[in-house]
């Protein structure tokens, strides 16, 4: 009967409920910097496609955790050996694996600081692993590749791992893309582990298929779906600008946590405990705040890419499978420049062109291994009966241009 | 094959699609002050239990008028007239129901502004309708209950609307409260009117006894749950601190459009078209930015109150069904004060107790029809096999007492 | 990496995978015994109202197998202990709690045989056991309430056992009556167990009023929906007459088992192994093939009431609260007797009359019990802060007439 | 107000709600004819693997003619012109079109009667068509590809129809193959029509991909899935065995429809109004009751293929990407045959070879078309951005050989 007094329970609407197994991995989600994660939303300003979009990563980190229980299950019900202290590392280290992310991440990597998300991550989880005693430098050491069972690492991080796992699901759930949707209890099922390396049994194969196909989808679909694209370009355009009136010296409002890094280039060198902990401070409500704010700026560049986004109100975009020629700018930069009376440096705030380009599966990364009924192991793009799975490692490219749509509209 | 080049079709992870049908409509959505509901979260603070409430007011305003849409389908199918007016009116009335929500707005109902929400929303639909020529006069009729075809307004506004049909759904699913989710699709296919009132058919009557056995649980267990109950009371005292600072000159910061609102109280005859211009900008964004700084105020209280919001790190409350005695806050009180050496009246900031209630159905208001076999309507209370309604009618009270856990944990 | 060659995951669409745990379970579900329960339909004649209703009691066992498996493991995080064996024999008495049932038993439990179908579940036991050595022991005497662990019951019939918490979910999934879906893993989640009894944690309260409501109106809207019910009602006049043309010495065409108890009265001391096998054989295929040779039967009675079911041309059935007065049968006896020229015995299988009764919770049985926060247990109806469990606690008694549809058409 | 006594709405759990338009529609539902569906389970012997796979082509065509009424409001919001006779005929067209499916007609087109199932639902159509008046010819017209309006064929039959748009859904959902789920929602929504010609619009490319995709994997996942596959030979095995002893002057127990079927080959030109009507007597029930019967049968060969089936206790089947050679069968034939003392011939029911094929897309038949921006058509596969729509259209073949398990257990 007895069960501390703890929360022990989460209610999830994709998996019923997530259930935090012990006290550590409590406190560690209870840690401010943890919370944070409540006001960085998913899938960034995709909810401007996607009304339901609003889930945060606090929610997908959780559910990736709630992947790894699973996971576990299924392997020591087929006797891999995975102690308890592996466990407790493999959980927390999944739980912690984008603690590291800022506010609009896709759009804003570079806007905010020079230093990717990973490595951020990893910042936190020392500076974690200091107040908590050392309790997580098992999961660190898998976290950097250092554990000598590689299939540990590859359950955080690879082309089949838990992360993916929840945040397809997830995404697809709050956005409403329902061919999004994989089946995740069936790929976990499908798990095993060679020689400490991760496989799939061969009749997970299909899954696998549609897994890749479902990414594939997501991709396309939700997360550069053109009105996610154009309004994250808008975004980064405003920070550039807001950046060139801060080294003008004129002012802009917003919270500290943000004029530092809008003030300051910051890279991997300089992150302190300080710097660290202003990093945490920042989340999707200081960069809202600030657009709402900027509205009412008197830079007219400014304040119109903020309205854009606050309104929803956005550039036109254009998609092709061909590269738009430089005229085309040219021209439309022409246009804007006389018709708003701006230089042509600051009409290209307005008019910009450039790719994205999305992989489902990566040939030259590290593969998805298929475990065959003989026991020998294949990458699943030869292990496949059909040619699609091949198909699904060409990378596409597609070209965009965005442009004030008054252009065309008169 | 011709479409207009509005968009027409919005992804909802619950109905598929809600069709956006005209292009009035979709100018409305359109609207600065109808996209503002995508920055106001429709359960308020309630994610803090339930980590996937997130969604917003824009999405349920949008989920209700495509119930609307159903239900005009259905009814039509059953031979009831509605013409082309008075859909198109059905749909704008419900579509800017809740536009007048100010955010966390159960909680602040009284911090912000002295008028009710309701009130605000016919102040926006006025204004939305000298802009839009006139346009939304009759869905303003319904609205406010001078249209002589009562069942529309009851669509719209009753014990059994398209309000209630969406959120307690949409809740549910965003939630992850199982037990909420309604048989919407049921419960609309047993509409129909009789004399222009709205009415249930009898063999609807478990539908019905089902959704008030719904909306009482999600009462308890997500709009009054405790945690979010305490969650937003100390909200409430947040900002009472922060008005109290504010009068003593003590400078705080926020945005300008909620420092308005915090140094001036306002009611109903305050609001001309610039009040409501300024009610207009705000949105959670500006309390949980203000929260955010608050923290590091020099003010004990205030900084005290937002970090526990913030970190989720909550006061302690206690839930009962007995009222909880006078001397208990006073010794608390006491202990507080002595403790952190603040005198008796900041401690009340810290210690406090209330009441909640609820009342599935209310029987003193319009009731819930039922359409028996033999064409004579009943109240559903009567018309139930069992006393189950009965009871349902009852109102529930409940008390709390919230303290700091350091009383106890120590 | 190992895993025997006995398939071991089952597909579920409401669980997802069913995970068969070990090789004796495995043959048990492999016996044909167990294999017959795949041609019984759980819910009856009821897919003739929702035309999804196919699931089988098969499915319905695995489902509750699969109930049970997640009860002993939140049970297990709560510390109660339950031993290896103890935890097999819980899988396998679930598993086989409703292995006696006959074809159609709700409607046929009395026509076929006069033993209740837990008797027949435990002679089925009994010669497993002896086929499998002795290894369903300790699973026979939970299932008879001879072990001292009364929880152990309590987890397989009670008010709140595995046993309905699937049927309810199973049932509503399939047949579509969405209201009918439970919580259940909100439900497990709330189970504990004090002093060797079940308990239910006090928070889980407005889940069990949730699941009452659930269950009656499955009962009123599935189960006792006035069409399945006059189903099977014509199903048991049916047999009746088949018996008493086989008792006249008219052959009728059916399967050998289904004739051997069309023409034995068989009761509970007749059951040895032989008749056990012969049972055995029979399910819904001899029923439902059997009525559609009779169709073509020459004995008109016969003959009409197998049309009856097979073309879902069934007779008209009222339902009322009070007693339908015995001229009114009466009357439509002597009409039908004249206008079919048939005698007034035999008119009576086209004309009757009955009642049902329905209870969602029953105050004399086995209460549902609450562990309320100060450790103290009370019984469910008690615990409520409102009267409506009381309510459910009533029985609730419906008065049905049954007659040929061309009396009032015409 | 007003709804006729006839019942208007069903319940499915995928859609929600089925409404029956008109009283036509609903007497067509009622007709024998269409009843007789109930009892042909939509998937055959699949449920051997997926127990929940029992729903019936009753219930697929009342959701094909639901998806079409779906797909018609899509078509008319875009302004495509549908006449209330042209969407009368459509519904009854799609509701029919399955209706001369026999049982397990996988399996047993050829062994039952060696006619097609759709020219068999065309005898039933015209059949109906005299019953009532005349009122289905526009629907029989449309059926027969004769109708000038080429995309109401297309919407009834293609590799994007109403008919697959429902089955996929319904497949996937009552076996709970989770990967099978396709969004039908959203492929009808990209729906359009050009010159009276089916097309789909340019941003649903991703959409079609994934419903190829879900039909693959439902195929290798489901409908050749190995264990349903052997089921299926064993069953065809069957029946051979059965004609062959009656052949031979050895009878057989089985239901009059069945033993006529069983004694005579059936070709196109036999079928008049009295063999239409013994074929509407055969469904699921008299095959495998028969089987039940047939366990018990002296001769050997029939005995132990249908135990097979009715326990579930399978022969063994092996799948390859290579033909198995004849050398193997050759052994395993002479093995059998000395072992269990049967002929070589009589040893060929138990062992035996094949190959299966499945093609995701045919590019020979008539294809998807897409409409691009540009207002131009293309090829599905000429329109995607990527090689795996190509890839989809190569079909794969795998290879089967089946044997007794005995074989290789010892």
């Not at 950097?144 to 929840?166: A, P």
């Not at 396309?220 to 009105?227: E, F, I």
Request: charge should be neutral.
């Amino acid at each position: 009967m007895p069960l501390t007094n703890k929360q022990k329970i989460v209610n999830d609407p994709i998996y019923g409920f997530i259930t935090i197994p012990n006290s550590l991995i409590y406190d560690l989600i209870q840690h401010p910097y943890f919370q944070r994660l409540r006001r960085i939303s998913q899938m960034g300003l995709s909810y401007l496609v996607y009304p339901g979009a609003h889930h945060t990563r606090f929610h997908h980190a959780l559910g990736a955790m709630h992947m790894m229980q699973k996971a576990i299950e299924v392997l020591r019900f087929k006797e891999v050996e995975i102690s308890k202290e592996e466990e407790n590392a493999l959980l927390i280290a999944i739980l912690l694996h984008d603690i590291g992310h800022g506010p609009f991440s896709h759009a804003m990597e570079h806007s905010i600081v020079e230093v990717h998300h990973e490595e951020i991550s990893l910042l936190f989880m020392n500076k974690l692993n200091q107040e908590f005693d050392g309790k997580l430098s098992l999961a660190i050491k898998i976290f950097k590749g250092e554990y000598h069972r590689k299939f540990m690492l590859q359950l955080i991080s690879s082309q089949l791992d838990m992360d993916r796992m929840d945040y397809l699901k997830r995404d697809s759930f709050y956005s409403g893309v329902a061919e999004g949707n994989i089946n995740s209890d069936r790929l976990i099922q499908m798990m095993n582990v060679v020689d400490d390396v991760l496989v799939m049994e061969e009749k997970g194969i299909y899954s696998i298929e549609k897994f890749l196909t479902s990414r594939r989808l997501m991709y396309w679909q939700a997360y550069l779906h053109k009105t996610s694209l154009v309004a994250e370009l808008i975004l980064t355009k405003t920070l550039k600008r807001a950046k060139e009136l801060l080294n003008k010296g004129i002012e802009i409002e917003c919270s500290k946590p943000f004029h530092y890094f809008m003030s300051n280039k910051v890279t991997s060198a300089d992150f302190n405990d300080d710097l660290l902990n202003t990093f945490s401070q920042l989340d999707d409500f200081d960069i809202i705040s600030a657009l709402k704010s900027w509205q009412f700026h008197n830079d007219y560049i400014l304040s119109s890419l903020s309205k854009m986004i606050i309104n929803r109100d956005l550039l036109k975009i254009k998609l092709d499978s061909e590269k738009f020629p430089k005229e085309l700018t040219d021209t439309y930069i022409q246009k804007i420049s006389e018709k708003w009376n701006v230089s042509k440096q600051d009409a290209e705030f307005f008019v910009f062109k450039g790719k994205i380009k999305n992989q489902a599966y990566n040939k030259d990364a590290e593969p998805i291994r298929i475990l065959k009924k003989d026991r020998t192991i294949e990458d699943v793009v030869e292990a496949s009966d059909q040619l699609n799975l091949k198909a699904l490692s060409k990378p596409v490219i597609k070209y965009y241009i965005c442009y004030p749509k008054q252009l065309v509209e008169n």
